[in-house]
């Protein structure tokens, strides 16, 4: 692989971590109703779903699924099933920042690891993100050192990015107003989540 190919893989991971949407709702929640390790433990976790979909995707189950749009459907219906429970939830309040700020409940690590990894393997939208442009990659790599760089880079690239939000919005000041404002972050994630859940079912 050269490195113009790498430097295009590095920026299309990298635009693909940072496209806002609910892997940064869940880890901006758990950084701010757990602690910072919580909010890394999240983003780590999201980035092993991301490592899963370029390994699909290396070992050519990517064109498994573009043949196979019944099983492309489920998966996107699992998905949006998924984020309109975690919408659902933020609206009541149930399981968003303001719930657990306000019950004092101290959020786990695991708890944190498990949602990052979820919303990560149950987002239709990276899946789409792998299929339609992550493939692309695959192509130019051929040999086992040129596949284990294509699965790492986003793994790396996504882990480190959300590491990078956890801790911005962990620092003093910021978590502080943001805090004052938790019910008001959780009604509007809980909007954009159900939202989310409609366009992929309309669109699946």
């Excluded at 991301?50 to 996107?76: D, E, H, N, W």
Aim: net charge positive.
């Amino acid at each position: 692989m050269t490195l113009t190919i790498w430097v295009s893989l590095f920026m299309v991971s990298l635009l693909g971590a940072m496209s806002p949407g609910p892997s940064l709702a869940t880890v901006a929640k758990h950084t701010l109703s757990g602690r910072r390790v919580n909010g890394i433990s999240a983003a780590w976790a999201h980035s092993i779903g991301i490592g899963i979909y370029a390994f699909v995707t290396v070992i050519g189950l990517a064109v498994v699924l573009k043949q196979s749009p019944m099983l492309f459907k489920t998966i996107s219906y699992l998905g949006a099933a998924y984020l309109a429970y975690l919408g659902y939830g933020a609206l009541r309040s149930t399981g968003g920042i303001a719930a657990k700020l306000e019950s004092g409940k101290q959020v786990s690590i695991l708890e944190s690891a498990k949602e990052g990894l979820l919303i990560s393997l149950l987002n239709p939208k990276i899946a789409l993100f792998f299929l339609a442009l992550f493939s692309q990659f695959v192509a130019v790599g051929n040999d086992p050192l040129d596949k284990a760089i294509i699965v790492i880079t986003p793994i790396i690239v996504d882990g480190l990015w959300y590491t990078m939000i956890s801790c911005l919005i962990s620092a003093p000041k910021i978590v502080d107003k943001l805090r004052t404002q938790a019910k008001c972050i959780d009604r509007l994630s809980g909007v954009v989540l159900i939202l989310l859940a409609i366009r992929v079912v309309f669109s699946a």
